[in-house]
């Protein structure tokens, strides 16, 4: 798809992008699949497909030790893993069985194999509500065949999308979690829960802490496209500056500036302590690095241009080793922008606009109708942007209880999360040095205090839940015989 970070009327929103840790780790787990209904919801269709999970139970006490439930999103769920450090970090504190499900649909969990993309029938059962009862029957298969794991608390673990889904596994299945970590996860970005140009505010603002030049670089590098897009002789010009794998026609320049807006989202959304390899391989402090470039906003078009390309290499090309950039990549191919781009044309409507006053962006208004236009063009089908507040509730959620809401400061998405405790039981933590779920990453010695403060807590908390929970299985336990 036409990537754009920034959910606008006119083009598709990027992934959330879920998971966390250093460069991707290689951790000790067996791969297992299992047999799971295509349909939870209706009789008719009574198919099945395998859906993978991993498992880890090094460190597991096997008299009831707690499981630690990973809700997989969007993408391959080994890369996810391999970038989780912080479940691997504690599992052996807490003697944690660790379990990381595969979202439906994504990865090698395909309902209908190759097929599965090919026919609007097929992606029939792609919904948050399908992937949860995914989750819920799987834990269930667990307790039934793994022997100690019959009074095992689970507890749901995820960032971003995953976080999303771990929230709302607590939610719907209260029988089944006991408690939910949902890290940088974006729950009231639906509908008008939320301003819409709130994230773009987040982004710029994580840019102007580096400089106002910064930030007014990249706002004014806008109209320097513009000016230089409508003669051959510019875009041949802008392709060679770019060091582009592929000349610019004057029907990409739209492709290219969203791509330009990916890449300084993205660069909010790692803007990590250290070294890092997550959604490219980046300097610590990224963007730090990349104001480095831009500190003259007054330069002519093409020498401010010249500038933002040697800004937007360090993301890119950070190792000196990529020979031309491509303008519809921006991250990880372990992420499926294709399956995720089909969530948003269906469920997932997150307004976002721009006014470039407020936000270093070219103004865009949110138009729902356009959006849906382009879902129908592209898909066949239209949105329900109410749904997801109907289903999930939106911000009256104060009847749940057991679940944390991280958010990083940095972080753009942490617009949509919630950064205020509702009550003793779901609590916000805010981590002012965060970036996009930053306390599920491994610890790191470059970790800011916030940070740690964040897991520390985190993990009293799930004590606290598994301790209610033995407790309360106990007393069930002796109830049931006399």
């Known amino acids: 798809m036409a990537m754009a970070a920034l959910i606008s009327a006119s083009a598709p929103p990027s992934s959330l992008r879920g998971g966390g840790g250093r460069s991707a780790q290689q951790f000790d787990y067996k791969t297992r699949y299992f047999d799971q209904k295509i349909d939870h919801f209706g ?6 497909f395998k859906q993978r999970y991993l498992i880890a139970d090094k460190y597991w006490n096997k008299d009831g030790g707690p499981i630690l439930f990973y809700t997989g999103n969007e993408g391959d769920i080994a890369w996810f893993c391999n970038n989780t450090g912080f479940m691997w970090d504690i599992s052996k504190e807490l003697g944690a069985m660790l379990v990381f499900a595969e979202h439906r649909y994504y990865g090698k969990s395909l309902p209908f194999g190759k097929k599965t993309f090919s026919n609007l029938k097929y992606l029939n059962y792609f919904t948050s509500e399908q992937a949860l009862a995914d989750f819920a029957v799987l834990i269930r298969n667990l ?19 995953g976080g999303m889904l771990a929230a709302w596994f607590r939610m719907k299945y209260p029988n089944i979690v006991v408690g939910a970590l949902a890290a940088s996860a974006p729950i009231w970005l639906f509908e008008d829960l939320t301003p819409c140009e709130a994230f773009s505010n987040i982004v710029t603002n994580d840019f102007l802490k580096n400089g106002k030049s910064c930030a007014e670089s990249i706002r004014r590098s806008w109209d320097a496209i513009n000016n230089l897009s409508s003669k051959a002789e510019d875009l041949q010009f802008l392709s060679s500056i770019f060091h582009l794998c ?7 320049v739209v492709i290219f500036k969203s791509w330009l807006v990916n890449t300084w989202v993205n660069l909010a959304m790692v803007d990590y302590p250290y070294e890092a390899n997550f ?3 980046l300097p610590a402090w990224p963007i730090k690095v990349v104001c480095n470039f831009l500190r003259d906003p007054l330069l002519p078009a093409k020498s401010l241009l010249q500038n933002i390309y040697q800004a937007v290499n360090v993301y890119y090309n950070y190792t000196g080793k990529v020979a031309c950039l491509n303008i519809s990549e921006s991250s990880t191919s372990n992420l499926d922008d294709q399956g995720w781009y089909y969530q948003t044309c269906t469920e997932m409507v997150m307004p976002s606009c721009t006014n470039g006053v407020n936000d270093m962006f070219e103004p865009m208004a ?9 879902c129908k063009k592209d898909w066949g089908l239209r949105p329900r942007p109410h749904w997801m507040t109907t289903v999930y509730g939106g911000k009256n959620i104060s009847s749940h209880s057991n679940i944390i809401f991280s958010n990083g400061g940095l972080d753009p998405w942490s617009s949509g999360g919630v950064t205020k405790s509702i009550s003793d039981t779901l609590v916000a933590i805010f981590i002012p040095e965060g970036a996009h779920h930053l306390d599920l990453r491994s610890s790191n010695k470059h970790d800011p205090p916030s940070v740690r403060k964040a897991r520390a807590l985190e993990v009293q908390y799930f004590k606290k839940w598994i ?5 309360e299985s106990g007393e069930m336990y002796n109830s049931s015989n006399h």
Request: proline share 6%; aromatic share 8%.
């Open 366 to 374: 949110w138009d729902l109708q356009v959006f849906s236009d382009n």
């Open 43 to 48: 009789f008719v269709e009574d198919s099945t």
């Open 143 to 161: 307790k039934d065949t793994i022997s100690g794991a019959q009074n095992s608390p689970v507890i749901a673990i995820g960032g971003s999308y």
């Open 246 to 252: 592929s000349p610019l026609q004057a029907s990409d």
């Open 279 to 281: 959604l490219q391989p």
């Open 467 to 471: 301790k209610a929970a033995k407790t």
